[in-house]
């Protein structure tokens, strides 16, 4: 089912150009006796732009040292769907809640912390749950300090089990576990460093192939950022003149950020340390694995990458001293200053994103602790001074989003101008998103366990009447949508909201979309400008596509013939007898409920099966026999309309099949 990764819900391209942003101040909390808790840090973002961070009463409030019973209380926020929640997590025996981790349902991990310099430090892992209900991980899992959950449940992270100081490293142990428990499984370090080292992992990439981390020699005096794709590590290259590195994040594509420092962090226990020094950079494997140093920005002496996104964007920050105390944990841990200032790399470039902030006001960006796929950037930063938590958005092009037309999204000539229930469509128009945006959905942009479309893609929305449609593909002229129930006659109204769901939302004009009981079409392998296309087909006996030898490079067709089983695919095929909702991917075959046949080459054909597609959403298969053809067709291949009629609609002419006699 290849086709349909690369044909209809389009390939994601990488951010093309230099962005700029909008900053939103995510807000503050009170604590339970109404306390205000006003400086705020965010710790972590989803794909959808779900955020969790911190709320602390007293201005520069660090964590470390700060802890424990008669300390101010710290509040654990969730920032979804436009406002912050108190998670509801101090109590007396854990008051010091704070969250590392957050999916698109808004299941949130962290963990209850207690760093002490002189006495060490304990965490108790946590999970909360979208409905508001926490839990407390226990059994092989306690002490993990989690630092990535994805959509799927997966979690990585860190057993910590500091001594006195602030080496993080030392006896530390890289795990990968899920929401849904069982025993986790145990990062192994590479090989070739001496005596017994351990391991450390603080990210892990939205579809979960890849962690990334450190492997540790004994008193960790030997750092190796370490990448484990499955449970198999592998050695990132070193930085030249630095003696340690860390990955603190990776991408599907094996891409990873981290840190080269050199420092001792079995001595270095006071804060920063003047002859340290530590530079942001960027790990790639493959046949020639590389490592690539950021430098700082102008003027500064150390800089920590800590996130990365599918397009390669880097964030982190950069700083006008030595590297802080616990390197990548101290913009977790600690406030920020007027010494720190966010960045984002670009193609090995760095930019000040406070340059790139179109509307910065009053703020100082400090830290920038993550970015995700519609790259939405978070971090925490100086809003007159006071520490706050921010969400940075890519500006929306200007002037706002304007709907020219909707057709089906198989792109047939002529096009399908009406839509259907649970029909794929297209919509066309301008400024939809940033002219560097071509986001089409993936694994990890699904919620509730990978199982329901988004409603929100790359900070776009499709509205009819307030309410959200499914999306597959946002670009900024283009988005593919899925109907919902909806009227078989007459009009929908429909808008596009763009930089949806970060304050800063703009609404395009009403467009009032035809709808039908049925708008079938077939899907296809090439999409030719006369109409003439062939149907994206396969062979049920042999999974073998169905067309001319060579139709696509590097995949294998064949013709069809008389007495073969086929499945062909298509959109727009009206209502069927499922009891999924419409946006979930197909548990199970489902048959269209409306009046339909089949012809090939004019000769009816028997159908099989005429419904869903299990595993996909809004997409419809049927399967049938191909028929015996009159004589006049010959022994060679040729290429036979394939026509699909429901409730009376047939679907566009010129789609085809190639069948041999």
């Not at 290849?2 to 900053?23: D, Y």
Request: proline letters at 7%.
């Amino acid at each position: 089912m290849r086709f349909l990764a690369a044909g209809l819900l389009l390939a994601a391209s990488a951010f093309a150009q230099t962005p700029t942003f909008m900053v939103q101040d995510l807000g503050s909390l009170n604590n339970s006796s109404q306390t205000p808790l006003p400086d705020c840090s965010a710790t972590a973002i989803s794909q959808s732009g779900n955020v969790v961070g911190w709320c602390a009463p007293t201005p520069n409030y660090t964590l470390i040292g700060n802890m424990g019973a008669g300390s101010p209380s710290v509040d654990a926020f969730l920032y979804i769907n436009g406002g912050i929640q108190d998670l509801n997590l101090t109590s007396s025996m854990f008051p010091t809640p704070i969250p590392t981790a957050v999916n698109d349902s808004g299941i949130v991990a962290g963990a209850y912390l207690n760093i002490d310099l002189e006495t060490g430090t304990s965490d108790t892992p946590f999970v909360v749950e979208s409905d508001g209900s926490s839990q407390i991980l226990e059994g092989t899992v306690q002490a993990l300090l989690p630092f990535s959950l994805n959509n799927a449940g997966q979690i990585a992270g860190t057993r910590l089990q500091m001594s006195s100081g602030f080496n993080f490293f030392r006896y530390s142990q890289a795990l990968l576990t899920t929401l849904s428990g069982g025993k986790p499984t145990i990062l192994s370090p590479v090989s070739g460093i001496l005596g017994t080292p351990t391991a450390a992992a603080f990210g892990m990439s939205p579809a979960g192939t890849w962690v990334a981390g450190a492997s540790i020699g004994p008193g960790a005096t030997s750092i190796q950022a370490t990448l484990w794709q499955g449970q198999t590590p592998q050695g990132l290259q070193a930085l030249a003149n630095y003696s340690q590195s860390i990955a603190t994040a990776v991408n599907d594509s094996g891409m990873a950020a981290g840190i080269a420092f050199d420092m001792n962090l079995d001595t270095d226990t006071s804060g920063a340390v003047s002859g340290a020094d530590a530079h942001a950079v960027v790990f790639t494997i493959g046949i020639k694995p590389s490592v690539t140093d950021l430098g700082t920005l102008s003027g500064d002496k150390s800089s920590m990458a800590l996130g990365i996104n599918n397009s390669g964007w880097v964030v982190g920050y950069s700083n006008r001293q030595a590297p802080p105390l616990g390197l990548n944990l101290a913009p977790l841990l600690t406030y920020a200053t007027a010494n720190d200032r966010a960045f984002l790399a670009i193609n090995g470039v760095m930019y000040d994103l406070n340059q790139l902030t179109s509307n910065l006001g009053a703020w100082q960006l400090c830290y920038a602790v993550g970015v995700n796929n519609a790259g939405q950037i978070v971090g925490t930063g100086l809003l007159d001074g006071q520490q706050r938590a921010f969400l940075l958005t890519p500006a929306v092009a200007t002037p706002p989003p304007q709907i020219n037309s909707a057709v089906g999204a198989a792109n047939s000539v002529p096009p399908v101008t009406s839509i259907s229930t649970n029909s794929l469509f297209t919509l066309y128009g301008t400024s939809f998103a940033p002219q560097s945006v071509s986001h089409a959905v993936t694994q990890q942009d699904l919620l509730n366990n990978g199982t329901t479309l988004p409603t929100n893609l790359a900070s776009t929305c499709v509205e009819s009447n307030g309410t959200p449609w499914p999306l597959l593909y946002v670009s900024a002229t283009q988005i593919n949508a899925l109907a919902p129930n909806i009227p078989a006659s007459g009009t929908v109204p429909l808008t596009v909201v763009a930089n949806c769901g970060t304050g800063n939302d703009v609404t395009s004009a009403t467009y009032n979309a035809t709808v039908a009981a049925a708008a079938p079409e077939f899907l296809y392998f090439v999409d030719n400008v006369n109409g003439q296309d062939p149907v994206a087909a396969i062979e049920n006996a042999t999974g073998a596509y169905v067309g001319t030898p060579n139709l696509l490079p590097g995949s294998t067709f064949a013709p069809a013939h008389p007495g073969d089983v086929l499945a062909a695919f298509g959109v727009g095929w009206g209502a069927t007898n499922s009891t999924d909702p419409i946006g979930t991917l197909a548990t199970a075959a489902a048959s269209v409920i409306g009046n339909y046949s089949l012809t090939v080459g004019g000769q009816d054909a028997k159908v099989l099966y005429a419904g869903l597609t299990p595993g996909f959403a809004g997409l419809y298969q049927v399967d049938f026999v191909v028929p015996s053809l009159p004589s006049g067709s010959g022994p060679g291949p040729f290429n036979q309309a394939l026509v699909l009629t429901v409730n009376g609609v047939t679907t566009p002419t010129g789609g085809y099949i190639t069948v041999e006699q």
